[in-house]
């Protein structure tokens, strides 16, 4: 029987920042913060291990590759060899690699630090070689490790000339500590490179001809690569100027005051990269309140006396210290509904909150958790109508024929939260009280999390949401835990196509062992498939169960970074197609996420679950090779019904069969679609 093996589209949607042996945690955190203000909600920007760059399948949805400052020896020792010809080999196919300071050195084919000093000096090839002259350095004097002794606002010329994007300043001041300068890059010309910006006053090294080049941009095969001395991903509120005697509070003062030119810049350098850069830059917003709410009013009040013993009193206010989180709880009788509304954000047509200058440690901010007796108003929460949510719940559950009545009727929402899986998962002492079924929504996360190297955007549109499962023991061999993220993956793709009248037609398929790919509404010609949700499961033994939080993002009605619901809806399904609201979603998918759940206690991944797992499943028959077995070939038989393997029967001569079977697990093993690949993850 001939197949047909789906085309994933492999649409770069993440932009990597490294932060393995070598880095700072500081050059991490204003890599993750400038890049994350400047490109969402177009692209993830994540932080990546050596580990990963090593072994995982990164490179068909990377966009950029982002190496911070550090020391770059600590580069070399992690990725010399494979990694940075993995690395080579991505920026010649297409792919951007952007290198701040020590990523800078690292991008060029000889690095030069403070030569003679016996102390600092480091000199050698680099294998990445974008830039093919040496990188010298200090620029200027006084570099030490771990200090801001020698850090200056230094004051670069630009070539506008070169960044035709937008508005790009004539010439700014730029934090710099230790970078060196490209030597002769104008004489690199012809092996195209250009200079994107100079030192304008006289550095410490030998420059070499055509003035001190502070900023590179070097073609590369089919991809290019800009390296940079100084950096311009540092943002001077995130600056303290304690961390310095008075000259360095200048220094901090010189930076706020351009700003404007250094983002300016920034956004020109990304654009001349490839990337999409935002018109304005995203501002992150405050965390907003958490309304605790309830199908039945009294509920709540129930589960918040589970949490009395870990309760404390702080005046007038009531405390619960967890182990991620501290929450301020707020019972009915101690708020008014005028407090409450003077600390909610102005509405408009995207969800805002005060926005957040500088980088946040979310964890040390302290949440409020508001306890509702009856289900909060649309004052209360205006992008999540809890009046709907819990309407369309009790008409789907009256439909259910497994009896669902659990999932959804404990409800926790934030217009803005950390993440919903880390509110749940991370914090024991509330976890251990909550029922299963209980479920963490928001509109907005700031601090998402996925599986591995993966994150998943969740701009406005995005259903998020993390739901508790409580999986008795005596389950365990009749009902394995790690069935969970396919039932997951299961219940989102079905809970699309009982969404309404006609979304049967919607072509969702699941990717093994748990993500839900859609056909591309803009190409469904060509047959390619794009991600449009990711589950991640995380499950801990305690008291004789294994308790789950199984947290799920879904691309509802955002088009970005691949496609939405709402898209495949108006070109499949046609303008009379019911439209996409989060409440019915939401409502739609735990319902069913519950009878499958349950019916999953009672008979196991039995023949009939088998059957509907496969008839959304983007995998049967399709022949890939096994990274972990030698490259050999084999075509994928299916899943096993007693621990979810996936079947890959191994193929000789002529793609017959041997009569060899592999059996692969879900969490050390993953699938890159993209080229037919199973590879051992790390």
Known sequence: MATTTPNLTGKKVNVLVYSGNGTTVESVRHCLYSLRRL???????IPVTADMLLHEPWTLTCACLVFPGGADMGYCRALNGAGNRRIEQFVKRGGAYLGFCAGGYYGCRR????VGDKTLQVIGERELAFFPGTC???????????SEAGA?????????DALRAGVVPEQF??????GGVFVD???YADRGVEVLASYTEEVNVDPGEGGAAAVVYCRVGEGAAILTSPHPEFAAVNLDKKNGGADYAKVVDALAADDTGRTDFLKACLVKLGLQVSQTTTTVPSLSSLHLSAQEPTDTANLVTLWDEHITKDGDKEVLKDENDTFRIERPGTWNLGELEASLPALSETPTATPTEGIVDY??????????????SSKLTPYFNHHAFYSHLRQYQGQSQEGASEFGSNLVYGEVV?????ILEKNPKLLRTLPTGFTATATTQVAGRGRGSNVWVSPAGALIFSTVLRHPMEKIQSAPVVFIQYLAAMAVVQGIKRYDEGYDAMPVKMKWPNDVYALDPEHPEKQQYSKICGILVNSHYCANEYISVVGIGVNATNASPTTSLTALAKRFLGPKAAPITLEKLLARILTTFEELYGRFLRTGFDREFEDQYYADWLHMHQVVTLEEAGGARARIQGITRDYGLLLAQELGWDDRPTGRVWQLQSDSNSFDFFRGLVRRKV
């Open 173 to 178: 001041r730029c934090y710099y500590n230790g």
């Open 185 to 187: 890059a104008a004489q």
């Open 418 to 422: 950390t993440s919903t899986n880390t």
């Open 111 to 114: 690095c030069e630090f403070e």
């Open 363 to 376: 964890n040390a901010i302290v949440k409020r958790l508001v306890i509702h007796d009856d289900v909060p």
């Open 152 to 160: 200056r606002a230094a004051e670069v010329k630009v070539a506008k």
């Open 39 to 45: 490109l969402a909600p177009h692209y993830a920007v």
């Open 136 to 146: 010298r350095g200090g620029a200027f004097p006084g570099f030490v490790y771990h």
